[in-house]
């Protein structure tokens, strides 16, 4: 068994172990199952789970990945003392955290849309997809934070800021620019907006899976024409891998030449 | 001629504008047991890092049982270590961060004689780490270090939370390992341990070798009977 391998088992251990995680996973299961209860279809509960998802799943992921790299520390160093890689012990403990929380999540709102005889539910799949890879991006960028600030507060501090202005100041940024610039044609410029906050980029793929592209007019209809297509696909597809691939890569950049 | 335990040449060390190595230069010969000790801030805990690869030296070079050390992480199969406040994940058990370790070292010793003597039995080794005491952890961390036989062991304070059983447990362990052929590098702010432990001692001042020799030396040149007296005279004379 490769060193990554064994520390991703441990991880693994440790984590499904873990309060914070089973309660997490606790949180979405309720939610959804409230959401069909209360709500009934299973396109509007999807429709419902997706401002928690956007905003919950990186908030929870920079706040747990942080303070998991930072209180590891000793062990960490103890890991570092016996003969193994720091790449492979950094991507045994990045998953290590990452997939347990995806995991939860996906089990959280998957187990009560099956009780619930909603598995056909259209934007189903690209939620639980959607809401995985934002936990992969901002796992990673709890790793950058943690691994380039040794003081919890700072590292925690910058990891919440990243959330900040991914989940909410960017919105705010692009409402700007939409109301400085409204009489000129902005769907494009909207378009590369999109593409460059994860955040954005699930919210609009989660819009156009459950076809209510409608309610934003012709935007919408310019965003469903785009992701529609092949180039669109390819590029929201590559969008989403460099988010999900150069915070890792940077975190591990950073890891390995971290003095402990 | 015998190859050095430990060799290090030249080590320097920066974090920003405070200079924690300044060119030191050590030869440590195999199967000796060398106390580190010297004042807060002296530098003991930056060589240790760099020994065990946790930091990067600015320059030097070190050398662990004539192998340079570099980006491979091969050499630490050498090494056991044992820091002064070892944590372990919450939510593993005694028995599964032992396994860990093991397998990561690709080591099967047991450690079975140390486990007995620490009083470690597999009821204490499956509860969760986290319902541990501080010295019960810092046993596993002792058994994790001495089990494989490792030819340099580092230990950081290694009785730091121990009771004065399990301390005699562990030093009685030390002294083994020595006259197996282990060499033994401690740090330890208790100068009573280091004169009961201790073949030879360095003294660091900011990140430099003050003295270096034997504890008969050590007397010999301060003129004090106890280590305890001759490390303040020695502390008083670098101030």
Sequence with gaps: MTTAVRVLTFGLQNQLRNRWILGYGLLFALLTDALFRFGGSGPRVVVS????????????????????????R????????????????????????A????????AGVAVPVLLHGGAGAAGLGTLLFVGSVLTLVFTSLAFVAGVHFDDRARGLGLALLVWFAATVLYDGMVLLIATLFADWPLETPMLVLSLLNPVDLGRVLLLLSVDVAALMGYTGAVFERFFGGGLGVALAGLALLAWTVLPFLLGLRGFARKDF | MTTAALEVK?????FGKLTALRGLDLVVAPGRVTAVVGPNAAGKSTLIKCILGLVR??????????????????????????????RF?????????????????????SGADLLRRFHLDED????????????????LNAVVAFRSRPPLLVLDEPTASLDPAASG????????????????????????????????????????????GTLDQLRLSTGERKVERAIATLMREAA
């Design chain 1, 49 to 72: 789970l997706l401002n928690v998802v956007l905003l919950v799943i990186p908030l929870v992921s920079v706040v747990f990945g942080t303070l998991h790299l930072s209180n590891s």
């Design chain 1, 74 to 97: 000793e062990f960490i160093e103890l890991l570092l003392a016996q003969p193994v890689s720091r790449a492979a012990l950094y991507v045994g403990l990045y998953f290590g955290l």
């Design chain 1, 99 to 106: 997939l347990p929380l995806a995991g939860a999540f996906t």
């Design chain 2, 10 to 14: 030249g080590l320097r060390k920066a």
């Design chain 2, 57 to 86: 030296p600015d320059a030097g070079r070190i050398t662990v049982l004539g192998q340079p050390i570099g980006r491979d992480p091969g050499y630490r199969h050498a090494i056991g270590y044992m820091p002064q406040a070892p």
């Design chain 2, 89 to 109: 994940p919450d939510n593993l058990t005694g028995r599964e961060v032992l396994d860990l370790l093991a397998d990561l070292r690709r080591d099967d010793a």
């Design chain 2, 124 to 139: 204490v080794l499956a509860k969760p780490v986290r319902t541990l005491s501080g010295g019960t952890r810092q046993k």
């Design chain 2, 169 to 212: 447990v562990l030093k009685d362990a030390l002294r083994q390992a020595a006259e197996d052929g282990a060499t033994v590098l401690l740090t330890s702010h208790v100068m009573a341990e280091v004169e009961e432990l201790a073949d030879d001692i360095v003294y660091l001042v900011e990140g430099a070798v003050r003295f270096h």
